[in-house]
């Protein structure tokens, strides 16, 4: 698997490279790709595009980005590839996708990590976000903002998951991530990692029982046709994260940086709004598919069940320098 998505990436890099480098326009005009993995409907496709409009706003038309939806470049593990080698400019993914690229972004992932919104939007516009961002400057990438992408909870085909005994058995969808494997391991599910492009035809087909997910997905990616069952498990909440290739960002000069740097900030904040409006939107639409919400969850139960997992990152002495910092701006230090 890992061959083939090396032999995709840098087939797509001499495609990318061959047909149409992203070049300058004219000699002040720079064109830049952004490839992710949801459709025009969905809401970071509309914050992307914000993001686009506000950096050639600010810059009278000479940063210019081009936004490529539907994994039209490939999984989120691919466009961060192309991200890497500077075939794309930039890229939004899950932090969950990020892990394997550096071990601090799967902080993010860790479930029941964040007590609640606030917190979240308190950590992730602090510099403990920032700091784990530049872990992988030298890898070729580096996060520029995150965008809000809820909070995930269990939905299957036909049984809700109120205890950790209603997932036995099961097998769920996971992001392929190391983290998403063993929270769901812990929580009494048979994980079954894949491609979030590929999660709705594995429903349909039953290869999966279900899958975890914001209830966004339920709408804009049809899940909602075929699994009735959405459960609060409230296990994670992760975030969405913009990351931009080194190669590019270091060829701009200190105003390029500090426009794009703020653009993202800006479509940050404005995705927020979207986000909550979207959320009741995709309640509302799905119900009418026939989806039944389950508040009647013993979350307590799956919190104790992930314990290890909060147990393991206290005693790595470089990821619990983080998870203190996150635990004391909990306590409001
Ligand atoms: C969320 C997230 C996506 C991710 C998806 C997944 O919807 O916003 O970036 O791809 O989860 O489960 O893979």
Redesign the pocket.
Known sequence: MRRLSIGFVSALTCFLAACSTPTALSSDVTVMRLPH??NESHP?HQSLVHFAELAEEKSNGTLRFDIFPNGQLGS?REAIELTQTGAVDAT???A??LESFSPFYALFSIPYLFVDQDHYYEVMESSIATDIYDSTSDSGFFGLTYYD?GTRNMYTINQPVREPEDLAGLKIRV?PSETAIQMTRLMGGAPTPM??GE?YTALQQGVIDGTE??E??LISNNHGEVAKDYSYTEHAI?P?LLIFSKLRWDSFSEEERAIIKEAADESSQFHKELWAEEIERSVEAAKELGVTFHEDVNKEAFRDLVEPMHEAVRSNEEMAEYYERIRAMERGE
Do not use: G, H, L, R
């Open positions: 993995n949801m970071i989120e939004k993914v899950s969950t996708a992408a992001q491609a979030f999660v997910n914001n966004t997905a992760v969405d």
